[in-house]
Antibody, heavy 124, light 107 residues
Framework: ELQLLESGGGLVQPGGSLRLSCATS????????MSWVRQAPGKGLEWVSA????????YYADSVKGRFTISRDKSKNTLYLQMNSLRAEDTAVYYC?????????????????WGQGTLVTVSS | DIQMTQSPSSVSASVGDRVTITCRAS??????LAWYQQKPGRAPKVLIH???SLQSGVPSRFSGSGSGTDFTLTISSLQPEDFATYYC?????????FGGGTKVEIK
């Protein structure tokens, strides 16, 4: 069974850092691009970042560029999101999401599996 | 960035009703569009990808159509488990962007 399990969320002060993890199983991790998508309380979905199957290519939303870093560890089948210089507006549930693989491992399309989400709260 | 505009933002409907949700892209995206369903406290679930391809396991009462800038999601006969929020998402270019959502509520 394919599973995505996020961890690492919590309460952090403005300007602080957190690292989110997404442990995966049930599929060949390096064959698929992965993304982080967030949802502020009571709001819609916002794509945050994506990484190719190899990990060579990464992409970011303008709202997090220069502050967040996405990475993946093939040996652990795990996706990461390092979040620095956190702001109140980063408060959200963060989901990791697997790409459908519509056009290969360096192709960013639709999300067929999602984790359960981890809540990040940025507040003093 | 490509902006995705959904309408309506909410709709009240009864079990058995036909419901149509529209999504408009700020520029042409060919058929690079997906539809998701999200229930409170749960992760989104993909219903349709490539504008009209039904995801495996999704009931056939869901259908998608459109290309270019205008797209629709239709639920042919609303069921109790369909009351949720629906989002469109474009995959034509990075950054991937979502519509603002349409909440389907019980009339």
């Amino acid at each position: 069974e394919l599973q995505l399990l996020e961890s690492g969320g919590g309460l952090v002060q403005p300007g602080g850092s957190l690292r989110l993890s997404c442990a995966t199983s049930g599929f060949t991790f390096s064959n698929y691009a992965m993304s982080w998508v967030r949802q502020a309380p009571g709001k819609g979905l916002e794509w945050v970042s994506a990484i190719s199957g190899s990990g060579v290519s990464t992409y970011y939303a303008d709202s997090v560029k220069g502050r967040f870093t996405i990475s993946r560890d093939k040996s652990k089948n795990t996706l990461y999101l390092q979040m620095n210089s956190l702001r109140a507006e980063d408060t959200a549930v963060y989901y990791c999401a697997k790409d459908l693989g519509f056009c290969g491992a360096d192709c960013y399309t639709y999300f067929d599996y999602w984790g359960q989400g981890t809540l990040v709260t940025v507040s003093s | 960035d490509i902006q995705m505009t959904q309408s309506p933002s909410s709709v009240s409907a009864s079990v058995g009703d036909r419901v149509t949700i529209t999504c408009r892209a700020s520029q042409g995206i060919s058929s690079w569009l997906a539809w998701y369903q999200q229930k409170p406290g749960r992760a989104p679930k993909v219903l349709i990808h490539a504008a009209s391809s039904l995801q495996s396991g999704v009931p056939s009462r869901f259908s998608g159509s459109g290309s270019g800038t205008d797209f629709t999601l239709t639920i042919s006969s609303l069921q109790p488990e369909d009351f949720a929020t629906y989002y469109c998402q474009q995959a034509n270019s990075i950054p991937l962007t979502f519509g603002g959502g349409t909440k389907v509520e019980i009339k």
